[in-house]
């Protein structure tokens, strides 16, 4: 074995939220970026279509983080800055997206996946998207929901497995 | 013990578990049942966010003394230290460890923990800190204790310390657990047993006298190695297409 072997991933357990979600550690994390924000809900669902009380979503883009628990019925909800685009390579950009982990009770590894946005007219385009299989694109968009409140709304909801499971990522080597 | 392993596994499949691994039963209906999409990283997976690490105090890597109380926690102290690396081992200063574990008798203060384990008023389980240039990290804490749990008939998780690493980039992002090499439990644990046998030794912290402190405490050697290119990969590349 070498030196440098890489450590293995483990469940994150049912008993994490007094460490990854104390007061300080877990919205308040989210950077007050300039620029308009959106709040996203939705919920981790699993196999059975029951909603999944014990996981926790991370959510990264550019330059912010954030942390958020599910409820008892797996829900979930955060607001953040609306993402920018960002270069993919030195020619195309990627569409506004957010990036995302879910750690749960019997997840081995976490699982990754993305926020895209409805409304969006990039999203179209995506260099990324273009890799997923096209009937299950829409798993990785977020709706745009009716109700029109200063904050705009997005509906995003996490299946891990069964109907409509939201497809989750795998990264390869860096794009050139 | 038989059991069904999937096939989806998210990284090398010689080091990480697979999400199906039915002898740990909360895996079949969580478990994604569909391939996962192998895409490229990007500037967004390689560049690092701003994390407020400013409520980060050195009290918080003493589990012994950091419940509040002005008390000590009950149990064996010891002292839990390793680096940090990424996987050319390069040290990764810098990243954030969090920690959590059950006491000395094997319980946790979370509220969803009801088995009849003793709380220890002075314990709270939770600790963190920031690895140093070196990629250096230590914790003091009190070696945590076995506990029950529902998923088979007598089944008892060894003692371990979760750890959840939160390093320069979103790719190297880590959640796992160390145990102890002298637990008679390991080969008993399904958790443990989903991964594949080469890299289960990589879980297990070992004594280290060196570490251990004469009248104090027992020392445990532990390393973590993140698997992914960091943000550097990512500059080096912009640099050269430049």
């Known amino acids: 074995m070498s030196a440098f072997s890489v450590t293995p991933s483990q469940t994150v357990g049912p008993f994490f939220h007094d460490c990854l979600l104390r007061d300080d550690r877990c919205e308040a994390m989210v950077s007050d970026e300039a620029g308009s924000q959106i709040r996203v809900e939705g919920r981790v669902i699993d196999g059975d279509g029951a909603g999944v009380p014990d996981a926790v979503i991370e959510v990264w883009q550019n330059a912010s ?13 955060f607001s953040t800055a609306r993402p920018r685009r960002v270069s ?3 020619a195309t950009m990627q569409a506004p997206h957010l990036s995302i982990a879910v750690f749960a009770r019997g997840l081995m590894n976490h699982l990754l996946t993305r926020i895209y946005f409805e409304d969006e007219p990039s999203t179209e385009s995506d260099p990324i998207l273009r890799h997923v299989p096209e009937a299950r694109r829409t798993t990785l968009i977020a709706r745009r929901a009716a109700d029109e409140r200063l904050t705009p709304q997005y509906r995003f909801d996490i299946v891990l497995q069964g109907a409509g499971e939201t497809v989750f990522f795998d990264f390869t080597s860096p794009a050139r | 013990m038989i059991t069904t392993i999937g ?22 209906r969580r478990a994604p049942r569909l391939p996962l999409v192998e895409v490229p990283l990007t500037s ?21 003394r950091n419940a509040g109380t002005g008390g000590e926690a009950l149990g064996q102290r010891i002292i839990v230290t390793g680096r940090v690396m990424d996987e050319n081992g390069l040290p990764v200063p810098g990243a954030l460890l969090e920690v959590w574990q059950a006491n000395a008798a094997g319980r946790y203060i979370h509220k969803r923990d009801g088995w009849p384990g003793p709380l220890d008023p002075n314990f709270l389980g939770i600790g963190r800190c920031l690895t140093s240039t070196a990629g250096e990290y230590r914790f003091l804490t009190v070696r945590p204790g076995a506990y029950p749990w529902g998923n088979h008939e007598n089944a008892w ?9 939160l390093a320069p980039s979103w790719s190297q992002r880590l959640v796992t657990q160390m145990y102890f090499s002298d637990d008679p439990l390991l080969g008993l644990d399904p958790i ?8 289960r030794p990589r879980l297990i912290a070992t004594y280290a006298h060196d570490v251990t402190k004469s009248q104090w405490a027992l020392g445990w050697r532990w390393d973590i190695v993140l698997a992914g290119p960091d943000a550097t990969a990512f500059e080096a590349r912009e640099q050269s297409a430049a």
């Open chain 2, 44 to 64: 967004s997976e390689l560049t690092q966010p701003r994390l407020d690490v400013s409520h980060v105090t050195a009290e918080d890597a003493d589990l012994t």
């Open chain 1, 88 to 90: 993919f390579d030195r």
């Open chain 2, 192 to 199: 443990f047993n989903a991964v594949p046998e080469g890299a």
């Open chain 2, 7 to 28: 096939e989806i596994v998210r990284g090398d499949a010689a080091v990480f578990p697979p999400y199906l691994y039915e002898a740990y039963r909360s895996t079949l």
């Open chain 1, 65 to 77: 983080f954030a942390r958020i628990a599910t409820d008892a019925e797996g829900g979930f909800s």
């Open chain 2, 157 to 165: 998780r060894p003692a371990h310390i979760h750890f959840s690493v």
